[in-house]
T-cell receptor
């Protein structure tokens, strides 16, 4: 089993819709969780950290489910500019090594 | 402004040649990383360094070498031993420590290497 797994998509979603995707991780001792956004041929950029209690930043909500070992990202009222690949990042060993999922590709359709 | 600078942005190389990719950061971060990304794939860790004069192999270190002589610099050499070097190379850095904030990676804009 991979350390971090994501559905690669693509998710094709109409503008204004709500979309959610999950990321599962294998190491139950994982301590830190993040969502990064990567535009085509660009570097990844931090979208948001994921806290145990769940957190929200505008239209974006991230949640952590430790019992089932997954994190989720919910995007409400999707915009064309949300089209990107969303990368799940986990720190599985509590050290300085972070592990990336393969990413979920999202396309918002006008 | 603080950030990470990678150079060159694009690089072409003939088979059998070694190339060195530069990565410089002025964020005063202790830890630095090199990742490789292939089309449609996630990021795979090549090497990382937590402090000056120390570095560890990542998941795909074969055919690569690094050095960390200065805190702000972490160059990556792609050697002729790397069988499939064409890829997008990303350098990143972060602070050390267990807190969630310390684990946030900042990336450079990447170097795209093509072997002819």
């Amino acid at each position: 089993r991979k350390e971090v797994e994501q559905d690669p998509g693509p998710f094709n979603v109409p503008e204004g819709a709500t979309v959610a995707f999950n990321c599962t991780y294998s190491n139950s001792a994982s301590q830190s969780f993040f969502w990064y956004r990567q535009d085509c041929r660009k570097e990844p950029k931090l979208l948001m950290s994921v806290y145990s209690s769940g957190n929200e930043d505008g239209r974006f909500t991230a949640q952590l489910n430790r019992a089932s070992q997954y994190i989720s990202l919910l995007i409400r009222d999707s915009k064309l500019s949300d089209s990107a690949t969303y990368l799940c990042v986990v720190n599985p060993f509590g050290n300085e090594k972070l592990t990336f999922g393969t990413g979920t590709r999202l396309t918002i359709i006008p | 402004d603080g950030g990470i600078t990678q150079s060159p942005k694009y690089l072409f190389r003939k088979e059998g040649q070694n190339v060195t990719l530069s990565c410089e950061q002025n964020l005063n971060h202790d830890a630095m990383y090199w990742y490789r990304q292939d089309p449609g794939q996630g990021l795979r860790l090549i090497y990382y360094s937590q402090i000056v004069n120390d570095f560890q192999k990542g998941d795909i270190a074969e055919g690569y070498s690094v050095s960390r002589e200065k805190k702000e610099s972490f160059p990556l050499t792609v050697t002729s031993a790397q069988k499939n070097p064409t890829a997008f190379y990303l350098c990143a850095s972060k602070n050390r420590g267990p807190s969630s904030g310390a684990n946030v990676l900042t990336f450079g804009a990447g170097s795209r290497l093509t072997v002819l």
